[in-house]
């Protein structure tokens, strides 16, 4: 049964940068799409990027100048990082696996981190 | 950016019901559409994929159809676990869209 594990800092001012990490447990990295979303409070949810075990990205243009994700093969995790943060990111951010054989959409997901900006 | 609009925003509905959620994409997507539900402080869990397609474990009281732009999510009858919210995604164009999401309601 493939996990996905998530962590990182909950709550940030603005100007700092969010950083978070997935670990992928019970299962293959390469094959799949490394995937964050995002939802802010009581709303709907936002596709922020994507990674696959290659390297290759796929980011939101409404956040791409700011938005980093990278992947660690070697420990089956990915990264995001969103600069210069404003309280327009608070929201939970969800990690989770793109299935891209047979193009099936988000199978696994990360139970969410709930990241707070405020001065 | 494609956007995907659902109907209703809310729907009231009793177990044993039979409720349809439609999504409309402003472009065609082909059948490239999942749809998720979520609860609430969860995280959405994946119903239907490539338009009609049901998800491994999900029960078959659930079915998606439609193709190009108009898309719908059908419960044949509702059960007590069903009230949730529903969101419909669009993954035929970077960046990936979502539906603005159905919250189904108990009447």
């Known amino acids: 049964q493939v996990q996905l594990q998530r962590w990182g800092a909950g709550l940030l001012k603005p100007s700092e940068t969010l950083s978070l990490t997935c670990a992928v447990y019970?299962?293959?990295?390469?094959?799949?799409?490394w995937t964050w979303i995002r939802q802010p409070r009581g709303k709907g949810l936002e596709w922020i990027g994507e990674i696959n075990h290659s390297g290759s990205t796929n980011y939101n243009p409404s956040l791409k100048s700011r938005v980093t994700i990278s992947v660690d093969t070697s420990k089956n995790q990915f990264s995001l990082k969103l600069r210069s943060v404003t309280a327009a990111d608070t929201a939970v951010y969800y990690c989770a696996r793109f299935v891209v054989r047979g193009v099936i959409g988000m199978d696994v997901w990360g139970q969410g981190t709930t990241v707070t900006v405020s001065s | 950016d494609i956007q995907m609009t659902q109907s209703p925003s809310t729907l009231s509905a009793s177990v044993g019901d039979r409720v349809t959620i439609t999504c409309r994409a402003s472009q065609s997507i082909n059948n490239w559409l999942a749809w998720y539900q979520q609860k609430p402080g969860k995280a959405p869990t994946l119903l239907i994929y490539?338009?009609?397609n049901l998800q491994s474990g999900v029960p078959s009281r659930f079915s998606g159809s439609g193709s190009g732009t108009e898309f719908a999510l059908t419960i044949s009858s509702l059960q007590p676990d069903d009230f949730a919210t529903y969101y419909c995604?669009?993954?035929?164009?970077?960046?990936?869209?979502f539906g603005q999401g159905t919250k189904l309601e108990i009447k």
């Open positions: 995604q669009q993954y035929s164009n970077y960046p990936y869209t």
């Open positions: 019970g299962g293959t990295f390469s094959g799949y799409y």
């Open positions: 490539k338009a009609s």
